[in-house]
């Protein structure tokens, strides 16, 4: 079976299904247009939108079809991670058990993106944060000072303790472990890695609530009724954010990013252990705007000491429109204000990203 997307004489664009099975005439049949969320992992969740059905009795090996509106934005996506494809799906009622079913991809046209000339996409949403700890520390208010320690504590208290047990299990037989068994997940035997897997995991959750409390140095956020970006949106920079610090600021640089991310699924581990991981990778990022400050008193409005405006223009160029396939599964556009300091944890404000018009990503050709 083959199927494309083409027009009719009369200009229309349609959808054609060519060589179906000859011994599905006269049974009774399902179409289904279908976008596929194709996941690059040896384990990886597949995930399909259904975007069109056509219940129909077979006539002939061809069929065509009107083409949906939901299969908007259309075009071939082949990323790192995941690959968006649209998919002719025709299932035919001919067995008492077993249905015949029948796939097909319809190639799609690629669409042209304006290189952006940036850091790799992870560097630009998760940007290496350099910090002094001890300077951090002690910028933050007391309440916050006790929070962080005590987390210190306890989580080097707890690796601590799971390392034993890690190091016990490993050397008594089976019957005598404590936690960790011998059996195979996760792609090893030894309970001294999965202890080590272990301590790993708490540590970023551990980290993510003392993150949280380093960057209480400042109160900072996106100012009460920031536009949804569009192409040609520009705005000032001072208008997009307000912030006030404890302490001074040095050295610091206000920036504002974009990337798309793709989402999806894979399964780890195996029988009862077997667990299903969700990821959203950055790619294709792009510098919308970027600042040096020298300084800023405490106490001060940050608004006051940016200035410049930024252009969301290049996020349409650069980026792909999304797809949300579904919550987990699909391309994604973010984009974010940054507050990268030196010596303390950096502040990162989420801009609004949900409900941009697909249309927006598509250049506006001269008449």
Same mark, same amino acid.
């Given at each position: 079976?083959?199927?494309?997307?083409?027009?009719?004489?009369?200009?229309?664009?349609?959808?054609?299904?060519?060589?179906?099975?000859?011994?599905?005439?006269?049974?009774?049949?399902?179409?289904?247009?279908?976008?596929?969320?194709?996941?690059?992992?040896?384990?990886?969740?597949?995930?399909?939108?259904?975007?069109?059905?056509?219940?129909?009795?077979?006539?002939?090996?061809?069929?065509?079809?009107?083409?949906?509106?939901?299969?908007?934005?259309?075009?071939?996506?082949?990323?790192?991670?995941?690959?968006?494809?649209?998919?002719?799906?025709?299932?035919?009622?001919?067995?008492?058990?077993?249905?015949?079913?029948?796939?097909?991809?319809?190639?799609?046209?690629?669409?042209?993106?304006?290189?952006?000339?940036?850091?790799?996409?992870?560097?630009?949403?998760?940007?290496?944060?350099?910090?002094?700890?001890?300077? /951090?520390?002690?910028?933050?208010?007391?309440?916050?000072?006790?929070?962080?320690?005590?987390?210190?504590?306890?989580?080097?208290?707890?690796?601590?303790? /799971?390392?034993?047990?890690?190091?016990?299990?490993?050397?008594?037989?089976?019957?005598?472990?404590?936690?960790?068994?011998?059996?195979?997940?996760?792609?090893?035997?030894?309970?001294?890695?999965?202890?080590?897997?272990?301590?790993?995991?708490?540590?970023?959750?551990?980290?993510?609530?003392?993150?949280?409390? !380093?960057?209480?140095?400042?109160?900072?956020?996106?100012?009460?009724?920031?536009?949804?970006?569009?192409?040609? !949106?520009?705005?000032?920079?001072?208008?997009?954010?307000?912030? +006030?610090?404890?302490?001074?600021?040095?050295?610091?640089?206000?920036? +504002? +990013?974009?990337? /798309?991310?793709?989402?999806?699924?894979?399964?780890?581990?195996?029988?009862?252990?077997?667990?299903?991981?969700?990821?959203?990778?950055?790619?294709?990022?792009?510098?919308?705007?970027?600042?040096?400050?020298?300084?800023?008193?405490?106490?001060?409005?940050?608004?006051?000491?940016?200035?410049?405006?930024?252009?969301?223009?290049?996020?349409?160029?650069?980026?792909?429109?999304?797809?949300?396939?579904?919550?987990?599964?699909?391309?994604?556009?973010?984009?974010? +204000?940054?507050?990268?300091?030196?010596?303390?944890?950096?502040?990162?404000?989420?801009?609004?990203?949900?409900?941009?018009?697909?249309?927006?990503?598509?250049? /506006?050709?001269?008449?």
């Amino acid at each position: 079976m083959r199927a494309r997307i083409d027009r009719t004489p009369s200009g229309e664009e349609r959808v054609f299904i060519d060589d179906m099975p000859s011994a599905a005439v006269g049974h009774q049949a399902v179409f289904k247009l279908l976008r596929q969320v194709y996941v690059h992992d040896s384990r990886g969740i597949h995930y399909y939108q259904e975007l069109s059905r056509h219940d129909f009795t077979v006539q002939g090996t061809t069929l065509e079809l009107p083409l949906p509106e939901t299969i908007e934005p259309r075009f071939a996506y082949r990323g790192d991670d995941v690959s968006i494809r649209l998919m002719a799906r025709l299932e035919v009622d001919d067995g008492v058990l077993f249905d015949t079913t029948a796939d097909a991809e319809i190639e799609l046209p690629e669409l042209p993106r304006t290189a952006a000339h940036s850091p790799a996409s992870n560097d630009l949403i998760e940007p290496k944060d350099h910090y002094s700890l001890g300077a /951090n520390i002690a910028a933050i208010p007391l309440r916050n000072k006790i929070l962080v320690l005590g987390l210190l504590v306890i989580g080097g208290l707890l690796a601590l303790v /799971n390392a034993a047990i890690g190091v016990h299990d490993e050397l008594v037989p089976e019957a005598a472990t404590v936690f960790y068994d011998h059996h195979g997940s996760d792609g090893s035997e030894s309970p001294i890695m999965k202890s080590l897997a272990g301590s790993g995991g708490l540590s970023v959750t551990l980290w993510l609530i003392i993150r949280a409390q !380093l960057r209480r140095y400042m109160h900072i956020k996106m100012k009460d009724g920031q536009q949804l970006p569009y192409r040609g !949106l520009t705005v000032s920079i001072g208008d997009m954010l307000e912030g +006030v610090s404890r302490v001074p600021l040095e050295k610091i640089t206000i920036r +504002v +990013v974009a990337v /798309n991310l793709e989402k999806g699924q894979y399964k780890r581990g195996s029988g009862t252990k077997e667990r299903t991981i969700s990821f959203s990778t950055p790619k294709h990022g792009v510098i919308l705007f970027e600042q040096f400050i020298p300084y800023v008193p405490a106490r001060m409005p940050l608004q006051h000491y940016v200035q410049g405006y930024v252009d969301f223009t290049p996020m349409f160029d650069c980026l792909y429109p999304p797809i949300d396939a579904s919550s987990s599964h699909g391309l994604a556009v973010d984009w974010e +204000v940054q507050l990268l300091h030196p010596l303390f944890v950096d502040q990162e404000l989420k801009g609004k990203a949900a409900g941009i018009d697909w249309r927006e990503f598509y250049r /506006n050709e001269p008449e």
